[in-house]
């Protein structure tokens, strides 16, 4: 199984961004997927997080700029970025909980994608 994340960029504060993470492989059936970012020298953070059927969950620094969605159909999760502040700069990734077969699950990793906001 292999998760691709693309869209990130530069953009000047206030800009908006959209993150995609295609799932790709040997899939079942995918759990819960999420976005999760790293900024230098700080841990890797939870940014939002979404269920199978949809339920959301947001770090408190984003609610209310960031929107995860997904489409099942096309095992690919979003992440669209509104108001953007600096101090959202980061190393972007996706994660997936796939069901590589019925009662086997993993959780996947995309590659990472920067996301650079200037002010």
């Known amino acids: 199984v292999q998760l691709q994340a693309s869209g990130g960029g530069l953009v000047q504060a206030g800009g908006s961004l959209r993150l995609s993470c295609a799932a790709s492989g040997s899939i079942f059936s995918i759990d819960a997927m999420g976005w999760y970012r790293q900024a230098p020298g700080k841990q890797r953070d939870l940014v939002a997080g979404i269920t199978s059927i949809g339920s959301t969950n947001y770090a408190d620094s984003v609610k209310g700029r960031f929107t995860i969605s997904r489409d099942n159909a096309k095992n690919t999760v979003y992440l669209q970025m509104n108001s953007l502040k600096p101090e959202d700069t980061a190393v972007y990734y996706c994660?997936?909980?796939?069901?590589?077969?019925?009662?086997?699950?993993?959780?996947?990793w995309g590659q990472g994608t920067q996301v650079t906001v200037s002010s």
């Open positions: 994660n997936a909980d796939v069901f590589v077969r019925r009662g086997a699950l993993y959780k996947y």
